[in-house]
C-alpha cells in the first residue's frame, strides 16, 4: 500500500466509526437487537486479520514472493487437529481409565499440548525486553544521493519498514511510562538488502566503549539480591556506577530530563547515536548522525502521570501506538541526516564523531531531511512480529557503512550473538519478519530450525557443480562497498583518545539549553532518584558530579536531599546553549490528541455533539465520559466516572455538571454559599485537579464552569471558559498545539 493512499486522517476515520456506532442497527445502537453471543456448534471460516493488521508474511527463506496463500503460515481450516494435521474430537478431557480414573501415558494429544505449552516462552531480550511494534512505509526524498548510494534514499522509492520501540531496563511484563531511554530500531526491507537502524530516543550514550556495557546493564538492572526496583534507575547500583563511571553522566542527564518519560512513541524523537560513514555513487565519503524527527513534535508526560500511569495503564504507550494506527492517525517521522566531512581527524567544530557520548548541536549542523517513515500496520501477532524481530547495527545496504566508534564496533560482535541464545540457533533470518526482501544467496547451510530446502550441492566457491553459483557481485550491480579507510599505525593499547575525557560540558550545554519547567523537572528527577537510594555516600558523590555540571542544579538537588553543598570543582566549561535541545516554546500539529469531555446525561446534548464532531474535524479524537456507560441520549459514552482517569487526556472540556453518580464513594454536597456551587462526582473532581496540576488545557462552559468553581481551578491560566462551546474549542484547540500550559508550572530555575 503506497502511504499516500493509506494515510487517511484521524477525522474520517474516527468519525466512520461513530457513524457507525450511532447507525439505528449497529449494535448497541438504541432500538437494534444484539446478535447473539454463543459458541458456534458447525465449523464457520475464522475471522480474517483486521485491515490495518493486512496479511502475514508471506515470503520464502530466500525471499522470492510465494503466492502461497496468505494463511499459509497460519492456522488453517476450522477443524481442531493435532500438530500433524490428525483431525481430533475432544481437547477438553484427557484419556483417562475410566471418568474417575488415572490419566493414561498414551494420551499423545495431552503430551503433545502441554510440551509445546511448556516450551513457549523464549528468553527475553537482555536489555529492551518491553517493546511495541508495527509495520509501515519509508519513501525516499533522494536528498541525501549526493551522499549516498543507498537507493532505499532515492526520490520517492518506497521500502517496507518494521519498527520496535522498547525500554531498556525493565522485563517484558514492566511498565512502559517508566523514567528510561527508549528503543527505535527500524529494520528497512530494502531491495540492496536488510538496513537495520537500531537506534534511541536519546543521541547520547552511557558509555564510550562497548566492553563497558555489561557493567552499566548490570548496574541499572535491578539489585542482583532483590531483584528490585524493576524497569527504572532510582536505586544505589546504577547510581554508584554513573557517580563512579562519569562518561555516563551526559546521558544520564537526558534520563532525568523529560525526554525519560515520553508522551507517546509518536512523539519521541529518534537517534543513529553512532557516526556512520556514508559513499556516493561515485565513491566519495562523509561522515553522518541519523535523526527521526516525529511529526507531532517531542512530548513527554509529567512525572507524576508517568507514575500514575504504571498502575492505571502499563500498556499506555503500546496501546497509544496500536490505537493511534487502528484509527488511521498514521504515526510518522522524517528521517535526517547532519552530514560532516570526512576528515582524518574525524571531528566536526572540535567534537569527537567517534566519541558516542557527544552530540553535535543541530545549530552548527543542521538536520537535513531524507525521507519520511509512515507506520501503517499493526502487528498480527505480536510473538511471531514483535517478540522475533531481530536487529543488527551490521545489516548495512550499500553507501553506509561504520565508522571505528568502540560502542559501535562492539555491537557489531553483540547483536547476532544474542539472538543465539533468544532465538536458538543461526538461521533467525528465515523467521517471517527477519527475511529480506532482497533475493538470499547465501551458501550458509542447516543449523537448528533450518526452514530451507536448499537445492545444489555446491555451497561453497569456487565451483563448477552448481554452475559457479554464487557469483560475487560488481560495484554496478549494487554489491556492499567497504570503504577503505586507512587504518593509522598506532600501538597496540587498551586506551581511548584525550578527547574522550570531556565527560562533563556537553551535560552542561543540555541543561543550559533548557527552559525554566524543564530545569525544574530535571531537578526534581535528579532528587527522586537520589532519594531512592540507600547510600549516603553514592548521593554525595553524584553530587559532586553535578557540581561538575552546573551549581545551580547541584544546589536544588543538594537541598532536596537536605545534604549539604558540594565545594565547586573549578572552572565550568564555556558552553553555547542549543535551544533545538528544548521541547517548550513550539507549536505542532494537535492530530490525534485525546480530549475528555465530561457530560451531564440531562445536560444540552445537542451541544456536546457539535463539540464531538468540532473536534473530530480538527484531527482531535473525543472521548465522552459519563457517570454510566452505553450512551447518553444519542451519543455513545467512552469512558466511565469508573474508566476515565486524567492521564489518558491531553486536554479536558467540561459539558455540563453532572450528579455524583449513584456509585461515587465521598461524594460532598454543594458548598453552601459557594456562588454557583453544585454537588460533582468526585471523581470528575480529580479528573479536573489531575489536569490541572498536569497543566493540560482545560474548557468548561454553561454548567461544567460550576464545576471549575468546585474544584477551585476557575480564571487559572490555560483554563478557558466562554459563553458557547464552540469558543472554548477553538482556545483549547490552540492551548494543544503548545502542548501543555507551562505557565502554570513554578518557573524559579532561570
Ligand atoms: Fe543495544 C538491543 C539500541 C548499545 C547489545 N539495543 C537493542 C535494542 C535497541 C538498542 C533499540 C532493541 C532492539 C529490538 O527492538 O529488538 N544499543 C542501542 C543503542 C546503543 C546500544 C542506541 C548505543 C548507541 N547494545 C549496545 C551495546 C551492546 C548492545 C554497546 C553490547 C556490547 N543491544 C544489545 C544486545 C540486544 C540489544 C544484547 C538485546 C536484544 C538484541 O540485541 O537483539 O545485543
Not at 538492572?221 to 524493576?230: A, F, L, S, T, W
Not at 488511521?328 to 566519541?355: K, M, S
Not at 454553561?702 to 474544584?711: I, N, P, T
Request: glycine share 8%.
Amino acid at each position: 500500500r503506497k502511504p499516500a493512499e493509506v494515510v487517511r486522517n484521524v477525522v474520517d476515520a474516527a468519525a466512520e466509526k461513530v457513524a457507525a456506532a450511532l447507525a439505528p442497527d449497529a449494535p448497541g445502537a438504541p432500538g437494534s437487537v444484539p446478535p447473539p453471543v454463543e459458541e458456534p456448534t458447525t465449523p464457520q471460516d475464522p475471522l480474517p486479520p483486521k485491515a490495518e493488521q493486512g496479511t502475514p508474511q508471506t515470503r520464502t527463506p530466500t525471499g522470492a514472493r510465494t503466492g502461497v496463500p496468505a494463511d499459509a503460515h497460519a492456522q488453517q481450516g476450522a477443524h481442531l487437529t493435532t500438530a500433524q494435521g490428525a483431525r481430533l474430537r475432544d481437547t477438553d478431557h484427557s484419556l483417562k481409565a475410566g471418568p474417575r480414573g488415572p490419566v493414561l501415558l498414551q494420551d499423545h494429544h495431552l503430551r503433545e499440548k502441554i510440551t509445546h505449552f511448556d516450551h513457549e516462552r523464549i528468553p527475553e531480550r537482555v536489555v529492551h525486553a518491553r517493546g511495541a511494534g508495527a509495520h509501515g512505509v519509508f519513501t525516499g526524498y533522494g536528498t541525501a544521493e549526493a551522499v549516498t548510494r543507498a537507493g532505499f534514499l532515492r526520490k520517492g522509492r518506497e521500502t517496507e519498514v518494521f519498527v520496535r520501540f522498547s525500554t531498556v531496563l525493565g522485563s517484558r511484563g514492566s511498565a512502559d511510562t517508566v523514567r528510561d531511554t527508549r528503543g527505535f530500531a527500524t529494520k528497512f526491507y530494502t531491495d540492496e538488502g536488510t538496513f537495520d537502524l537500531v537506534g534511541n530516543n536519546m543521541p547520547v550514550f552511557f558509555i564510550q566503549d562497548a566492553i563497558k556495557f555489561p557493567d552499566i546493564i548490570h548496574a541499572a538492572k535491578p539489585h542482583p539480591d532483590r531483584e528490585i526496583p524493576q524497569a527504572q534507575s532510582a536505586h544505589d547500583t546504577f547510581w554508584d556506577f554513573v557517580s563512579l563511571h562519569t562518561e555516563a553522566q551526559h546521558h544520564t542527564m537526558w534520563n532525568m530530563s523529560d525526554r525519560g518519560i515520553p508522551r507517546s512513541y509518536r512523539t519521541m524523537e529518534g537517534f543513529g547515536v553512532h557516526t556512520f560513514r556514508l559513499v556516493n555513487a561515485a565513491g566519495e565519503t562523509a561522515l553522518a548522525k541519523f535523526h527521526w524527527k516525529p511529526k507531532l513534535g517531542v512530548h513527554s508526560l509529567t512525572w507524576e502521570e508517568a507514575q500514575l500511569l504504571g498502575g492505571i495503564d502499563p500498556d499506555f504507550h503500546r496501546r497509544d501506538l496500536y490505537d493511534a494506527i487502528e484509527a488511521g492517525a498514521y504515526p510518522e517521522w522524517e528521517l535526517g541526516f547532519q552530514v560532516f566531512p570526512d576528515t582524518p581527524e574525524e571531528t566536526f567544530a572540535g567534537i569527537d564523531l567517534l566519541d558516542p557520548t557527544k552530540i553535535v548541536p543541530e545549530e552548527l549542523a543542521p538536520v537535513q531531511a531524507v525521507g519520511r517513515l509512515v507506520l501503517t500496520r499493526t502487528p498480527t501477532n505480536f510473538f511471531a512480529e514483535t517478540e522475533q524481530v531481530a536487529f543488527h547495527v551490521g545489516h548495512l545496504p550499500p553507501g553506509i557503512d561504520v565508522t571505528n566508534d568502540p560502542l559501535l564496533q562492539g555491537r557489531l560482535f553483540s547483536y547476532v550473538d544474542t539472538q543465539l541464545t533468544r532465538l536458538g540457533g543461526p538461521n533467525f533470518a528465515q523467521i517471517p519478519v527477519n527475511r529480506p526482501h532482497a533475493a538470499v544467496n547465501d551458501m550458509l547451510r542447516d543449523g537448528f530450525h533450518q526452514h530451507a530446502v536448499h537445492a545444489g550441492v555446491a555451497p561453497y566457491r569456487p565451483n563448477s557443480l552448481d554452475g559457479g553459483n554464487p557469483f560475487p557481485a560488481g560495484d554496478d550491480e549494487h554489491a556492499f562497498v567497504d570503504v577503505p579507510v586507512t587504518v593509522a599505525q598506532a600501538p597496540k593499547v587498551r586506551a581511548n583518545p584525550a578527547s574522550f575525557d570531556d565527560h562533563f560540558s556537553q551535560a552542561r550545554l543540555f541543561w543550559q539549553s533548557m527552559s525554566p519547567v524543564e530545569r525544574e523537572h530535571i531537578v526534581r528527577a535528579y532528587t527522586f532518584e537520589l532519594g531512592k537510594c540507600y547510600h549516603q555516600a553514592i548521593r554525595e558523590r553524584q553530587l559532586r558530579c553535578l557540581a561538575a555540571i552546573d551549581p545551580v542544579l547541584c544546589a536544588e538537588v543538594a537541598t532536596g536531599l537536605g545534604l549539604p553543598v558540594p565545594e565547586p570543582t573549578g572552572p565550568l566549561p564555556e558552553v553555547t546553549p542549543s535551544p533545538a535541545l528544548s521541547q517548550v516554546g513550539r507549536e505542532w500539529p494537535a492530530d490525534g490528541r485525546m480530549v475528555g469531555i465530561v457530560v451531564d446525561p440531562d445536560g444540552d446534548l445537542d451541544d456536546v455533539d457539535r463539540v464531538r464532531r468540532s473536534l473530530l474535524a480538527a484531527g482531535l479524537v473525543p472521548l465522552l465520559v459519563a457517570p454510566h456507560g452505553g450512551t447518553v441520549g444519542d451519543l455513545p459514552v467512552q469512558r466511565t466516572f469508573a474508566t476515565g482517569r486524567s492521564v489518558e487526556f491531553d486536554a479536558l472540556l467540561l459539558a455540563g455538571a453532572p450528579a455524583p453518580a449513584p456509585d461515587a464513594v465521598g461524594a460532598r454536597d454543594a458548598k453552601a454559599g459557594t456562588p454557583g456551587a453544585v454537588a460533582v462526582d468526585p471523581r470528575v473532581l480529580l479528573l479536573v485537579e489531575e489536569c490541572w496540576r498536569h497543566a493540560k488545557a482545560i474548557g468548561a462552559w454553561g454548567a461544567g464552569v460550576d464545576v471549575l468553581r468546585q474544584a477551585g481551578v476557575a480564571d487559572t491560566p490555560g483554563v478557558v471558559t466562554a459563553t458557547t462551546a464552540a469558543d472554548v474549542v477553538d482556545t483549547v484547540g490552540g492551548l494543544l498545539a503548545r502542548h501543555r500550559v507551562w505557565d502554570r508550572f513554578p518557573a524559579r530555575i532561570a
